[in-house]
């Protein structure tokens, strides 16, 4: 039988092959991943979870196990509020919804706002899995140069001044995925008087905000927001665990009682259990000291990347940024015309990374560019890793 | 700020005060609910769960914590199958993906499938968290009236004759929502001869499929399926736990492709620890077990209900579905005009009920109707809910 015609519009263009392909790669042992987003499980708090997963199941499994309400519970939305206040994130009369991973919230916001053929301003490159969710609605994306201190402002005003029917602006403003780039305080003041002179929301995607290794704190969008303009959205997946899927939006209440409704006809309600153990451990420990250990953590395993890359890429081959938290850098070859070539000799090297492409407003324009994460893998393996894709770039 | 302007069509026409107010109304402890969809929580099991969750966070956190695939764990996947292949739901060569929730199943299929415009045949009254998520893509719903044993297939017929563009039907065949009602074996034939004949695709919906007290078994529509034109929608909700959000979808592979791809940029995956309490829960208890003391508790306490009904109800005033399984059923108030009088004159008396408006497919026509559940509510509170309904039946 043939489905084809059943396809709604939105997925007819899709393909699924090079995410399940993505996911092949990382699953052979053999391989050493530079590719994913996955945090370092080696600090995964799982003894304390196990306790507190064991005493709310045996003490509350009337409420762990039955359906909980859409918005999330009183008590993580208030963990919610608690991580954005550190950051000037939440403003008294905002409204809270636990999403099931930030990219729910990504996801229904654009659902809520986007018409066919609405405009969204995004970073160019940006998250593939914000772009992809952005083109399920059929809008179109117009990218904005990303340089070494995040996006291009002159870019933005002049995407804003020649686009009409502009919904959004949607920015990871700090250590941006892929890039790992920071937008300065500055920069990021414009682009809030940027989005109130062209009437526009902003979405702020922070999921690696909490991960500052080096430099000074840069104040998120939406402290500097006095309109109500900007949503934000927020993770546990980077500070506790990305499997529990823990993620929130705040914003008006106006905004995000339509964007509630989206998610009731979703998944319902995030589960209630994984809810119940993130406000238990926030609770009982200080998860500011599990996040230091990541930072801490994260700091040198970037460092080893760096030397790494120092000590075994051909000199004059390879351009990468250097990011002062999160968990991406990325890297240019100037003299490449299509990195698949690298990518591929990479991988028969054993070594998987991200080709630029797939960060792309148009994805099928080659990219000289790819991504590398160095959260996940060992520095043991980093080093290894990184020795072997510079003899990839020694052979292209 | 005025938000409106920002709204995308498919949610501005969307109200989410009736679901705030019925979740409002469940949360008072005063209040008798016999309102909502919620199984019965005094049988969880809590201590197993808890027992499992320990024991998986401790030793596989690296695992249970990190980030998952979207299709699922695979051990999870071939736990769905192995209930989907109790009622013959699974074909070989189907593809399967781990939903967080049956309803995000059923959310996405549309997404996959509707274009503005498109028409999807549902039952008249359905589920209301379904036809939602169906108006999210503004397709037009053509309803099809259901009888005492489900659908009224002449007018279904008539439905797929009189309609172009009709991409999907729609169905909970089993213990409907909200009416109860089930289709016997030759409307299940007939349907699947409907949709090959107009060629369009079944989305069958089957949550309480397990929950039969009463009656014989029927065949699934998946099991009458030759041509791949059936989805199936199963859930962990009814059968283990609602909390957990653990549902699933089935059907052919290039189909649930494209799904998996609206799943990715959706949640990224369903949480992985909950998948693998479920995995664990299937392979050292018997779930069938667990069903079963669920099975016999909603029996007896649909009989309370019926007999409170008998005893409390005004004779006359009005005429119910009396279901074979499930946790629904359905009442009609011939003479009443709008059913909302009695909802409210129930709600003074602390008894919740849903007006049949909720699950209509012209929210704004009058409703008759009301809908009962039996599943949540102690069989005391049974009793004394019923007998106050009855109280504010005389009333009005």
Redesign the interface.
Known sequence: ?D?TK??????KP???SA?REM?KRMADPQIISLA????A??L????E???I??????E???????????DGLPAMKECAIKRAKKVDAYTEGDSVII???A??GI?LTA??????G?KIIVESPSFI??L??FR??ECELVGVEVEADGMNIEALEKALAENDGV??IYTIPTFQNPTGTTMPLSKRQKLIELANKYDV?VLEDNPYGDLRFSGEEVPTLKSLDT???VIYAGSFSKIL?????LGYIIG?E??L??I???K???????????QMMCVEFMEKYDIDEYIEKNRELYGRKCSAMLEAMDEYFPKGKVKWTVPEGGIFMWCECPDVSDISVLVDKALEKKVAIVPGSNFAIDINEPSNKFRLNYSSATIEKITEGIKRLGEALEEI
């Open positions: 039988m489905y059943f396809y709604s519009d939105r997925v899709m393909k699924g995410i996911f994913g987003g996955n945090p499980s080696e995964f708090p799982g003894e979870l196990s306790k997963s064991e005493k709310i199941l045996r509350k499994p009337a409420q762990a196990l039955q359906y909980g309400t859409t999403m099931t991973g990219n729910q996801d659902k809520a706002l986007i018409n066919k609405d899995g914000s992809n969710a399920t609605y919904k959004m929301l309109e109500g303009r665990s990305p499997g529990m899927r008006a106006e905004l009682t339509k509630e409704i989206l009731q006809v979703n998944d319902v309600h995030t589960p209630v259990l994984t």
